[in-house]
């Protein structure tokens, strides 16, 4: 008796370790249409988390896959209050602020004024999940659609 229940509680902590390895491997993400074209961001995909003089600040940042970090995203987010779900983001809001900076090739662009929204779907003290959408300007005009993040805080 006393050896089956030995063998059920090994095998419970193998269960319930293997549970929390599967959910590490789950991969940050950052997708978008970038000007029509389907775009990842996934690669170094993550996010920051700061409070700076009672402004609570994300940032979701990645390098676009495949352009040897030559071209990244960077995702701002900042409010008087905590950043919370259901909310959403705008860039001409000076309590809930978002803003999108795309960098082509070393070259900036930068979120154009009254365009860019970000809407947390979910935010916990482990990730972040939402979506955005505007335009950038900068030596070019880009317009980014069906933008989507689920990543997780350093």
Same mark, same amino acid.
């Given at each position: 008796?006393?050896?089956?229940?030995? =063998? *059920?509680? =090994?095998?419970?902590?193998?269960?319930?370790?293997?549970?929390?390895?599967?959910?590490?491997?789950?991969?940050?993400?950052?997708?978008?249409?970038?000007?029509?074209? *389907?775009?990842?961001?996934?690669?170094?995909?993550?996010?920051?988390?700061?409070?700076? !003089?009672?402004?609570?600040?994300?940032?979701? !940042?990645?390098?676009?896959?495949?352009? !040897?970090?030559?071209?990244?995203?960077? =995702?701002?987010?900042?409010?008087?209050?905590?950043?919370?779900? #259901?909310?959403?983001? %705008?860039?001409?809001?000076? %309590?809930?602020?978002? !803003?999108?900076?795309?960098?082509?090739?070393?070259?900036?662009?930068?979120?154009?004024?009254?365009?860019?929204?970000? %809407?947390?779907?979910?935010?916990?003290?482990?990730?972040?999940? #939402?979506?955005?959408?505007?335009?950038?300007? #900068?030596?070019?005009?880009? *317009?980014?659609?069906? #933008?989507?993040?689920?990543?997780?805080?350093?």
């Amino acid at each position: 008796m006393k050896k089956n229940i030995y =063998i *059920s509680f =090994i095998f419970l902590i193998f269960i319930f370790s293997s549970c929390s390895k599967v959910n590490n491997l789950i991969s940050s993400t950052i997708t978008a249409d970038l000007d029509g074209t *389907s775009v990842k961001f996934n690669d170094d995909a993550a996010a920051t988390s700061t409070t700076v !003089s009672g402004i609570h600040i994300i940032t979701i !940042s990645g390098n676009q896959t495949g352009s !040897s970090g030559a071209s990244f995203i960077n =995702i701002e987010i900042s409010s008087n209050d905590p950043i919370s779900n #259901g909310a959403s983001y %705008t860039d001409t809001s000076a %309590t809930h602020h978002a !803003s999108i900076e795309y960098t082509e090739n070393g070259v900036d662009n930068i979120d154009a004024d009254g365009i860019t929204k970000v %809407t947390i779907l979910s935010v916990s003290s482990s990730s972040i999940q #939402g979506t955005f959408g505007g335009s950038v300007s #900068g030596t070019s005009t880009h *317009s980014f659609a069906n #933008g989507a993040f689920n990543v997780k805080f350093e």
